[in-house]
């Protein structure tokens, strides 16, 4: 299995900028897609953003569209979530996952721990 460890997440000021980070250990993402979710205090989880790996193609929640930017490095076997122009409805716990494809994300199995994401106002 893949193991995942999801890093830049913090306090952050509305309008601010986030570059969150998926590193993966285990298995190359090779053959794989890779995404994003997040989950806010008293909401259910909910699609970020997500790729596959290989041909890169890339999907994009609404409330993402034009700020959010995810993207990889192949050599590091890890992916990134650039988000911008953040929002005080941005603040939740991102959760970073690996599934068989972008076109099948409730099969994600493979999850991180999770790093907050807090947006003040």
């Known amino acids: 299995q893949v193991q995942l460890v999801e890093s830049g997440g913090g306090l952050v000021q509305a309008g601010d900028s986030l570059r969150l980070s998926c590193a993966a250990s285990?298995?190359?993402?090779?053959?794989?897609?890779v995404g994003w979710f997040r989950q806010a205090t008293g909401k259910e989880r909910e699609f970020v953003a997500g790729m596959n790996w290989t041909f890169k193609t890339k999907s994009y929640a609404d409330s993402v569209k034009g700020r959010g930017t995810i993207s990889r490095d192949n050599a590091k076997n890890t992916f990134y979530l650039q988000m911008n122009s953040l929002k005080p409805e941005d603040t939740a716990v991102y959760y970073c996952?690996?599934?068989?494809?972008?076109?099948?994300?409730?099969?994600?199995?493979?999850w991180g721990q999770g790093t907050q994401v807090t947006v003040s106002s």
């Open positions: 996952a690996v599934g068989p494809s972008v076109y099948n994300l409730n099969a994600f199995a493979s």
């Open positions: 285990g298995r190359s993402l090779s053959n794989y897609a």
